[in-house]
């Protein structure tokens, strides 16, 4: 690690100062140093705050029309190892001053693709010894890893699900390294997420086919993972379309289904996107709910998206009810294990000082840190878990039970109802626990 110059000067790391604070880059409502428990442990202990390096480091905040906009003066613009580095150290400063304890990369976003693979791999491996480095020196955490197998012209039909079964064996190659930079990170996880694994038009695609090259590609990447003992968790981030125009990861239940298809279900898990979730036409509730139900939510890439845009615009997400309502399943599930708050978002191409990338995550992470307050508050109260049960009470009686049990036929339940009076119903209630949210946020 080079004993570098400020990066960010005039920031000095970010302090707690309450509700009303004097420096708008306080945080008001996360406290990094309380020792104040909530369900069994301290926020920063139940949020698990990771920065992306794609966006913080390398997203210009240019758009389909426009030219990139950020302001970036650590970084010289050049595909060298040097100024690799010298990105890596910005990266890291700004992680301790914003009070980030993990971060997640993609190969190619840490460091330059060479001619080769084997070029790569060997810059690849620069730049890790350089984040080691930094890490050992108290720096944050690696959460988890990944390979980019979408930017490269030569996975335009897809990495694992390519057409050329040579494009194939490079990716499985580029996911060897990326897997091998994990575990020298000491990465608790690995995203497999797939921008091209699907297709554009289905004229020219074998889709049977390319699923189970995909299952193919998860199977080898796990037995590697085996082979060289890396023990972080993997997880698919199911997303549904964009740049592809069908990916395979449609939603939480398809990938469900693909794992258990291929036998893979139980060895991976989930990284659920907010905006993912939005673009596959349900909430995030609904994909952390399906996932929390299979056992298999690992992680969370937070952000949100604008509702009446269709694409992946991947804002900050800053609002605590939409916070309130992520952390109500993740405390229902008892917590996250080795996953965490991933901030996949990226600052608008207007807001491009370097100080926009603080204010950004900053508000991220009081707009969770209320979230956080809120579900346990809502959780301790008890009135949502009791209305829910209660609304159900009708499966805890004979009847009910036996359904359950399979212990009753149709023929049965025909003999049972025919006589009787309509069954009557209760209310929903809907706009009340809405409102009884609310109350918490
Ligand atoms: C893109 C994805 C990507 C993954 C990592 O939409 O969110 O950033 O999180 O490859
Ligand atoms: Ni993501
Ligand atoms: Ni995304």
């Known amino acids: 690690m080079s004993a570098s110059a400020e990066h960010f000067p005039g920031v000095r790391t970010l302090r707690f100062e309450g509700p009303d604070p004097k420096d708008t880059l306080a945080f008001r409502h996360y406290d990094p140093d309380s020792s104040e428990r909530v369900e069994g442990r301290t926020a920063r202990e139940h949020l698990r705050f990771a920065a992306c390096f794609w966006h913080t480091m390398r997203n210009g905040l240019g758009d389909p029309f426009g030219a990139p906009t950020a302001l970036t003066p650590w970084d010289d613009g050049s595909e060298s190892l040097d100024n690799a580095k010298r990105r890596v150290d910005a990266f890291f400063e700004f992680l301790t001053k914003c009070r980030i304890d993990f971060w997640c990369f993609h190969d190619r976003d840490i460091a330059p693709e060479g001619r080769t693979l084997a070029e790569s791999e060997r810059n690849l491996h620069a730049i890790v010894e350089h984040c080691a480095a930094h890490q ?112 395979y990861d449609a939603d939480a239940a398809t990938c469900l289904n693909f794992l258990r298809e291929f036998g893979l279900f139980g060895r991976v898990s989930f990284n659920i996107e907010t905006n993912h979730a939005t673009l596959a036409g349900h909430t995030m509730e609904h994909e952390l709910t399906v996932a929390v139900a299979a056992n298999s939510l690992g992680s969370i890439d937070a952000n949100m998206g604008t509702p009446n845009l269709g694409w992946d615009t991947d804002q900050f997400p800053i609002d605590p009810s939409l916070c309130a309502r992520v952390m109500l399943v993740v405390l229902g599930m008892g917590g996250f294990t080795t996953g965490g708050l991933n901030f996949d978002a990226k600052r608008r191409r207007e807001s491009f000082e370097p100080i926009d990338l603080f204010h950004a995550h900053r508000a991220g992470m009081d707009a969770f840190a209320r979230g956080l307050r809120a579900a346990a508050a809502i959780r301790a109260d008890g009135t949502l878990a009791e209305f829910v049960r209660r609304h159900y009470r009708s499966w805890d009686d004979s009847l009910g039970r036996k359904i359950e049990a399979g212990e009753i036929s149709l023929a049965e339940c025909e003999r049972l109802m025919r006589d009787e009076p309509s069954p009557t119903l209760e209310s929903g209630r809907q706009e009340m626990l809405e409102d009884l949210i609310l109350r918490f946020v």
């Open 136 to 247: 050992r020196a108290g720096g944050a955490k690696l959460l988890w890893g990944t390979a980019n197998l979408f930017s490269h012209p030569r996975y335009a039909s897809g990495a694992a699900t390519s057409p050329n079964a040579r494009v194939f064996a490079h990716a499985a190659a580029q996911v060897k390294h990326a897997l091998d930079a994990t575990k020298a990170l000491g990465g608790l996880g690995y995203v497999f997420w797939g921008g091209r694994e699907g297709y554009t038009s289905l004229l020219n695609t074998d889709m049977p086919r390319e699923r189970s090259h995909l299952a193919r590609f998860l199977g080898m990447a796990l037995d590697y993972a085996k082979a060289i003992d890396f023990r972080g968790r993997f997880y698919i981030e199911p997303k549904p379309k964009e740049p592809s125009t069908h990916q």
